[in-house]
């Protein structure tokens, strides 16, 4: 095993925070993830495991043997008259595995084109953009036990999905660690185009029809409009997940703010937490080396040089203010990495 030490993880994390792993390991297939916990184990060291680095903030230095994981392949491993089962290493970047799909003829992906992160992350978070999860086409995931480190496979029932929740958020967080993630595609298209703007989109292409195809196309031309590019500008997306109120408590703010967009689902009104924080004035502000999207609201974003603490009390005076000018209480969506999220091999 060739094991690094003191690296830094500016480049392996989007929102660019500048700090160290003690110890840094890439795996490359699932035989050197078991050998990477065997060795965490050797050494007394705690694991911590690294994806895209496209959902996490670190705060500060990583004492712990770091995996990042970087097993790659996609394969057909399943197929019938309406499906293909579609295998992904957990290290495969997520878009790359739309564009297989899309490539492949198949539809189910193309709403969550672009977004960013690796194929091993998207189950644990449950990702999802304009109307689709990836509960929708989620079939089953391997991932090694750390306790026994036996390979185990998980199915959708296994995973209790929520709105970006699983069971490794929650009940199993620390104790697996994903290497592949297998998912039920259609070979005809079932296009989902009534959230956000992808039918407006789509008609200022030129009209185009809703096929996979042109739906990533809409979704990549929004995203990229919308978001801001971690290459240039560092970020993690969406900061904040949107939150859910009862219908009677959406009824009561719209009495107060006539204007408030929300989304009916059952008993329950999900609100654009980018309308609240833009209305509570935070769009586009800057405080030295971090501040808030100027075209969206909902990513808080690093403009160099700064700090994971600095990212957080921002988003907690967010929070605050949130919370006194509209009675919503606003959920982070990122991952804050500290001594908490370090595993016991």
């Known amino acids: 095993m060739k094991i690094q030490e003191n690296i830094s993880l500016r480049r392996y994390n989007t929102f660019g925070i500048d700090k160290k792993a003690r110890l840094f ?15 965490a184990r050797s050494l007394g060291k705690k694991l911590f495991v690294l994806g895209g ?10 004492d712990a043997l770091v995996i990042k994981i970087n097993i790659q392949g996609i394969e057909k ?12 290493g957990a290290g495969v970047v997520w878009h790359d595995l739309v564009t297989y799909s899309l490539a492949s003829g198949l539809s189910g992906l193309e709403n969550l084109s672009l977004i960013p992160g690796t194929v091993g992350a998207a189950p644990m978070q449950n990702i999802g953009a304009y109307g689709v999860e990836i509960e929708s086409v989620f079939d089953h995931l391997d991932a090694i036990e750390i306790a026994s480190r036996q390979t185990k496979r998980f199915y959708k029932e296994d995973c209790a ?5 699983s069971i490794f958020k929650n009940k199993w967080k620390g104790k697996y660690i994903i290497t592949h993630v297998a998912l039920k595609l259609w070979k005809k298209p079932r296009p989902t185009i009534d959230y956000g703007d992808i ?24 995203r990229q409009r919308k978001l801001p590019d971690p290459k240039k500008i ?16 959406f009824e009561r703010l719209r009495e107060k703010f006539p204007k408030i967009p929300g989304y009916a689902s059952g008993k329950f009104v999900k609100i654009p937490a980018a309308w609240l924080i833009e209305q ?21 974003v690093n403009h160099g040089n700064g700090e994971g603490s600095d990212i957080i009390a921002l988003s907690k005076k967010i929070q605050s203010d949130i919370y006194d000018k509209f009675g919503v209480i606003l959920e982070r969506e990122v991952n804050l990495i500290s001594t908490e999220q370090w595993i016991e091999p």
Do not use: C, M
Not at 77 to 87: H, R, S, T, Y
Not at 280 to 300: C, S
């Open 25 to 39: 390991f890439e795996a490359n297939r699932s035989d050197e993830v078991i050998q990477a916990i065997s060795h």
């Open 53 to 62: 680095g496209s959902n996490i903030l670190l705060v500060q230095d990583i």
């Open 77 to 88: 491993i399943e197929e019938d008259a309406d499906f293909v089962l579609l295998k992904a």
């Open 161 to 165: 999905f929520g709105y970006r929740e």
């Open 199 to 222: 039918q407006r989109t789509l008609q200022e292409l030129g009209n185009l029809i809703p096929s996979p195809e042109n739906i990533s196309k809409a979704v990549i031309g929004i």
């Open 234 to 249: 560092g970020n993690a997306g969406s900061f904040f997940k949107n939150p859910t109120v009862p219908i009677a408590d």
């Open 280 to 300: 509570a004035g935070w769009k586009g502000k800057r405080f030295g080396n971090i501040g808030v999207h100027e075209h969206q609201p909902l990513v808080l």
